[in-house]
């Protein structure tokens, strides 16, 4: 039981090109979330899914496209990266909406 | 959507003190309220949460009060040792527009031997 992981690790990429991060829980939850951590503002949400072929937009989705095709997979789009997107990335997952989250270990990301 | 304010942004402690972190929220329907540890480098954790129907829990060391009224509640970390050193955040559930989490900025918290 793997939980929730996150690849890759760390990514530098230059303004302008794009890739995607993955997420992969194995615990079969329903709700699944991206977040952007930057210093002194806390954990924003980026996106969510709440089931398979679902998404939905959360605080901060400018910039961002996401899929849940697979109910255990959860993958963030940056189609066309800015600096303002440098920051650390982390998935997480619920069963339910008030049921603690299960995060992944995270992606840093540094877009040049 | 939910406004959460956490303070202060950062605690400094003695080994063997308390610790006491305070957040309040604007929406009068969140009804979950969880804390999360974060050490440095890893990923965030739960390590206790509350919900509106009660006003206080405990587990081991640590505590959170509610108070709905007020529209704040409190994470207590007692008899605190190196190891509770880490950022620490609280977040409230927003009962509408399909239940989000939302996060306070967090609280640096250090304790010194």
């Known amino acids: 039981n793997a939980g929730v992981t996150q690849t890759p690790k760390f990514r530098v990429l230059k303004t302008g090109q794009s890739m995607t991060l993955l997420c992969a829980q194995d615990m079969n939850h329903e709700y699944m979330y991206w977040y952007r951590q930057d210093p002194g503002m806390g954990l924003r949400l980026i996106h969510y899914?709440?089931?398979?072929?679902?998404?939905a937009k959360g605080e901060v989705p400018d910039g961002y496209n996401v899929s849940r095709l697979k109910k255990q997979n959860f993958l963030l789009g940056l189609e066309s990266a800015a600096p303002s997107q440098t920051s650390v990335y982390f998935c997480a997952s619920n069963n339910e909406v008030d049921s603690p989250l299960h995060f992944g270990n995270g992606t840093r990301l540094t877009v040049t | 959507g939910e406004n959460v304010e956490q303070h202060p942004s950062t605690l400094s402690v003695q080994e063997g003190d308390s610790a006491v972190i305070k957040c309040t929220y604007s929406?009068?329907?969140?009804?979950?309220f969880p804390w999360y540890k974060q050490e440095l480098g890893k990923r965030p954790q739960l390590i206790i949460d509350?919900?509106?129907?009660?006003g206080e829990k405990k587990d081991q060391r640590i505590a959170v009060t509610l108070n709905k009224t007020a529209k704040h509640f409190s994470l207590h970390i007692t008899e605190t040792q190196p190891e509770d050193s880490a950022v620490y955040f609280c977040a409230a559930l927003w009962l509408f527009n399909d239940y989000k989490l939302s996060f306070g900025a967090g609280t640096t918290v250090t304790v010194r031997a």
């Open positions: 899914s709440v089931g398979e072929g679902t998404t």
């Open positions: 929406d009068s329907a969140s009804n979950y």
């Open positions: 509350i919900r509106s129907n009660v």
